[in-house]
Protein backbone atom coordinates (compact mmCIF):
# COMPACT_ATOMS: atom_id res chain seq x y z
CA UNK A 1 0.00 0.00 0.00
CA UNK A 2 3.04 2.29 0.38
CA UNK A 3 4.25 1.73 -3.12
CA UNK A 4 4.36 5.29 -5.25
CA UNK A 5 1.27 5.24 -7.74
CA UNK A 6 2.47 4.58 -11.28
CA UNK A 7 2.16 7.64 -13.06
CA UNK A 8 -0.67 7.76 -15.71
CA UNK A 9 0.18 8.34 -19.28
CA UNK A 10 -0.89 12.26 -19.85
CA UNK A 11 -2.03 13.30 -23.58
CA UNK A 12 0.42 15.22 -25.07
CA UNK A 13 0.00 19.22 -26.53
CA UNK A 14 0.92 19.35 -29.68
CA UNK A 15 1.22 22.69 -31.72
CA UNK A 16 -2.06 22.99 -32.72
CA UNK A 17 -3.38 22.27 -29.14
CA UNK A 18 -1.50 25.15 -27.98
CA UNK A 19 -2.99 27.44 -31.10
CA UNK A 20 -6.21 26.52 -30.43
CA UNK A 21 -6.43 26.81 -26.93
CA UNK A 22 -4.92 30.58 -27.74
CA UNK A 23 -7.85 31.71 -29.83
CA UNK A 24 -10.09 30.55 -27.12
CA UNK A 25 -8.33 32.31 -24.27
CA UNK A 26 -8.01 35.56 -26.92
CA UNK A 27 -11.89 34.95 -27.94
CA UNK A 28 -12.35 34.92 -24.22
CA UNK A 29 -10.87 37.75 -23.88
CA UNK A 30 -12.14 40.25 -26.40
CA UNK A 31 -16.05 38.88 -25.06
CA UNK A 32 -14.89 39.21 -21.74
CA UNK A 33 -13.60 42.63 -22.04
CA UNK A 34 -16.42 44.15 -24.69
CA UNK A 35 -18.90 46.69 -23.12
CA UNK A 36 -17.18 45.70 -19.47
CA UNK A 37 -18.32 49.17 -18.58
CA UNK A 38 -21.29 49.94 -20.47
CA UNK A 39 -23.48 49.75 -16.92
CA UNK A 40 -22.86 51.43 -13.98
CA UNK A 41 -21.02 49.68 -11.23
CA UNK A 42 -24.05 48.14 -8.90
CA UNK A 43 -24.68 48.02 -5.06
CA UNK A 44 -22.66 44.63 -4.52
CA UNK A 45 -19.35 45.96 -6.68
CA UNK A 46 -19.67 49.06 -4.62
CA UNK A 47 -19.79 47.72 -1.03
CA UNK A 48 -17.14 45.13 -2.78
CA UNK A 49 -15.12 48.41 -3.02
CA UNK A 50 -15.60 49.92 -0.15
CA UNK A 51 -14.46 46.71 2.03
CA UNK A 52 -11.50 46.99 0.24
CA UNK A 53 -10.98 50.20 1.77
CA UNK A 54 -10.54 48.42 4.90
CA UNK A 55 -13.43 50.40 6.68
CA UNK A 56 -15.51 47.35 7.42
CA UNK A 57 -19.19 48.01 7.42
CA UNK A 58 -18.63 51.99 9.02
CA UNK A 59 -20.84 53.15 5.86
CA UNK A 60 -23.83 51.20 7.29
CA UNK A 61 -23.58 51.95 10.50
CA UNK A 62 -23.52 56.06 10.13
CA UNK A 63 -26.21 57.74 11.39
CA UNK A 64 -29.34 58.58 9.23
CA UNK A 65 -31.71 61.66 8.78
CA UNK A 66 -29.20 64.35 9.35
CA UNK A 67 -26.97 66.06 6.97
CA UNK A 68 -23.43 65.18 7.61
CA UNK A 69 -20.36 68.18 6.87
CA UNK A 70 -18.23 67.28 5.15
CA UNK A 71 -19.35 63.47 4.46
CA UNK A 72 -17.28 60.46 5.27
CA UNK A 73 -14.60 59.45 2.85
CA UNK A 74 -15.45 56.24 0.91
CA UNK A 75 -12.68 56.50 -1.16
CA UNK A 76 -9.12 54.71 -1.25
CA UNK A 77 -7.44 58.36 -0.68
CA UNK A 78 -6.25 58.23 3.03
CA UNK A 79 -8.18 54.72 3.55
CA UNK A 80 -6.74 52.30 6.45
CA UNK A 81 -3.75 50.13 5.73
CA UNK A 82 -4.59 46.64 3.83
CA UNK A 83 -4.84 44.90 6.95
CA UNK A 84 -7.63 46.11 8.07
CA UNK A 85 -9.42 44.62 5.61
CA UNK A 86 -8.91 41.12 7.78
CA UNK A 87 -9.43 42.33 10.79
CA UNK A 88 -12.55 44.74 9.88
CA UNK A 89 -15.00 42.19 8.38
CA UNK A 90 -17.24 42.25 12.01
CA UNK A 91 -20.68 41.69 10.60
CA UNK A 92 -19.70 40.45 7.19
CA UNK A 93 -20.73 37.39 5.42
CA UNK A 94 -17.81 37.34 3.01
CA UNK A 95 -14.52 36.19 3.99
CA UNK A 96 -11.56 38.82 3.09
CA UNK A 97 -9.02 37.35 0.74
CA UNK A 98 -10.65 38.70 -2.92
CA UNK A 99 -11.01 42.37 -1.09
CA UNK A 100 -7.46 42.02 0.07
CA UNK A 101 -6.82 41.31 -3.55
CA UNK A 102 -8.91 43.91 -4.85
CA UNK A 103 -7.21 46.53 -2.58
CA UNK A 104 -3.83 45.59 -4.18
CA UNK A 105 -5.29 45.77 -7.55
CA UNK A 106 -6.43 48.95 -7.33
CA UNK A 107 -3.21 50.17 -5.87
CA UNK A 108 -1.49 49.14 -9.05
CA UNK A 109 -4.45 50.09 -11.63
CA UNK A 110 -6.63 52.50 -10.11
CA UNK A 111 -10.54 52.16 -9.34
CA UNK A 112 -12.29 52.90 -12.28
CA UNK A 113 -15.35 50.57 -13.11
CA UNK A 114 -13.17 48.81 -16.21
CA UNK A 115 -10.27 48.38 -14.00
CA UNK A 116 -12.02 46.77 -10.80
CA UNK A 117 -13.82 44.62 -13.14
CA UNK A 118 -10.75 43.51 -14.83
CA UNK A 119 -9.50 41.54 -11.90
CA UNK A 120 -12.73 38.79 -12.76
CA UNK A 121 -11.78 38.97 -16.29
CA UNK A 122 -7.90 37.82 -15.58
CA UNK A 123 -9.45 35.55 -12.78
CA UNK A 124 -11.48 33.96 -15.24
CA UNK A 125 -8.90 33.53 -18.01
CA UNK A 126 -6.84 31.94 -15.98
CA UNK A 127 -9.52 29.45 -15.39
CA UNK A 128 -10.03 28.64 -19.31
CA UNK A 129 -6.22 27.52 -19.34
CA UNK A 130 -6.76 25.34 -16.64
CA UNK A 131 -9.95 23.65 -17.10
CA UNK A 132 -7.92 22.64 -20.47
CA UNK A 133 -5.09 21.06 -18.28
CA UNK A 134 -7.01 19.69 -16.18
CA UNK A 135 -9.56 17.61 -18.50
CA UNK A 136 -6.45 16.80 -20.86
CA UNK A 137 -4.65 14.92 -17.96
CA UNK A 138 -8.42 13.17 -17.00
CA UNK A 139 -9.24 12.17 -21.26
CA UNK A 140 -6.86 14.29 -24.11
CA UNK A 141 -5.88 17.20 -25.28
CA UNK A 142 -9.05 17.27 -27.73
CA UNK A 143 -11.06 16.83 -24.23
CA UNK A 144 -9.30 20.33 -22.41
CA UNK A 145 -10.36 21.64 -25.99
CA UNK A 146 -13.58 21.09 -25.32
CA UNK A 147 -13.88 22.07 -21.96
CA UNK A 148 -11.58 25.06 -22.82
CA UNK A 149 -14.24 26.18 -25.38
CA UNK A 150 -17.13 26.31 -23.28
CA UNK A 151 -15.39 28.18 -20.45
CA UNK A 152 -14.48 30.27 -22.77
CA UNK A 153 -17.66 30.75 -24.76
CA UNK A 154 -20.44 30.13 -21.67
CA UNK A 155 -22.31 33.28 -21.32
CA UNK A 156 -22.29 32.85 -17.15
CA UNK A 157 -18.55 32.88 -17.36
CA UNK A 158 -18.84 36.52 -19.61
CA UNK A 159 -20.96 37.82 -16.91
CA UNK A 160 -19.27 37.11 -13.84
CA UNK A 161 -15.84 37.87 -15.63
CA UNK A 162 -17.21 41.34 -16.25
CA UNK A 163 -18.41 41.94 -12.36
CA UNK A 164 -15.94 43.44 -9.43
CA UNK A 165 -17.00 39.97 -7.06
CA UNK A 166 -15.16 37.03 -5.97
CA UNK A 167 -16.93 34.64 -7.96
CA UNK A 168 -14.24 34.14 -11.03
CA UNK A 169 -11.74 34.32 -8.44
CA UNK A 170 -13.49 31.21 -7.09
CA UNK A 171 -13.36 29.39 -9.89
CA UNK A 172 -10.06 29.49 -10.62
CA UNK A 173 -8.53 28.48 -7.50
CA UNK A 174 -11.47 25.38 -7.29
CA UNK A 175 -9.90 24.24 -10.49
CA UNK A 176 -6.51 25.13 -9.05
CA UNK A 177 -7.36 22.70 -6.21
CA UNK A 178 -8.44 20.30 -8.31
CA UNK A 179 -5.43 19.81 -10.58
CA UNK A 180 -3.08 19.55 -7.66
CA UNK A 181 -5.82 17.10 -6.35
CA UNK A 182 -5.28 14.73 -9.73
CA UNK A 183 -1.64 15.41 -9.80
CA UNK A 184 -1.16 14.00 -6.25
CA UNK A 185 -3.26 10.69 -7.35
CA UNK A 186 -1.44 10.08 -10.28
CA UNK A 187 2.00 11.01 -9.74
CA UNK A 188 2.12 10.48 -6.07
CA UNK A 189 2.37 13.30 -3.09
CA UNK A 190 5.01 15.84 -2.96
CA UNK A 191 6.03 18.87 -1.04
CA UNK A 192 5.24 20.97 -3.94
CA UNK A 193 1.76 19.82 -4.80
CA UNK A 194 0.85 19.10 -1.45
CA UNK A 195 1.27 22.81 -0.79
CA UNK A 196 -0.66 23.75 -3.95
CA UNK A 197 -3.62 21.66 -2.87
CA UNK A 198 -3.49 22.50 0.79
CA UNK A 199 -3.10 26.75 -0.75
CA UNK A 200 -5.63 26.49 -3.37
CA UNK A 201 -8.59 25.16 -0.42
CA UNK A 202 -7.22 27.82 2.13
CA UNK A 203 -7.83 30.03 -0.61
CA UNK A 204 -11.39 28.95 -1.56
CA UNK A 205 -12.26 28.96 2.00
CA UNK A 206 -11.26 32.58 2.13
CA UNK A 207 -12.50 33.54 -0.61
CA UNK A 208 -16.31 33.11 -0.74
CA UNK A 209 -18.67 30.48 1.77
CA UNK A 210 -20.07 29.02 -1.53
CA UNK A 211 -16.53 27.00 -1.65
CA UNK A 212 -17.32 24.98 1.32
CA UNK A 213 -19.60 22.17 -0.29
CA UNK A 214 -16.90 21.89 -3.01
CA UNK A 215 -14.00 21.43 -0.40
CA UNK A 216 -16.04 18.70 1.30
CA UNK A 217 -16.82 16.95 -1.65
CA UNK A 218 -13.28 16.96 -2.31
CA UNK A 219 -12.16 15.65 1.05
CA UNK A 220 -14.54 12.81 0.50
CA UNK A 221 -13.16 12.03 -3.18
CA UNK A 222 -9.82 12.51 -1.66
CA UNK A 223 -10.86 9.30 1.58
CA UNK A 224 -12.48 7.29 -1.13
Known sequence: MMAPPVPALIAKIRWFHWLLLACFVVAGC???LHHINKQSLWL?????LYLATGRGNQLFDLPSGSPM?????????????????WTGLAGVTHPPLYF?????????FG??????????????????????????????????????GIMAFAPSQ???????????MLVFFSLLACKSMLAIQRRGPSSARTFVLS??????????YFSAGAILGAGVYALL
Open 30 to 32: DLR
Open 44 to 48: DEYWA
Open 69 to 85: DPPPNVGFNHAPPIWHI
Open 100 to 108: IVLRIWVDL
Open 111 to 148: DSDSSVRALSTLFSLGGIIFIFDFAREIRSASAGLIAA
Open 158 to 168: IEYSQTARPYT
Open 199 to 208: SSVFAMALTH
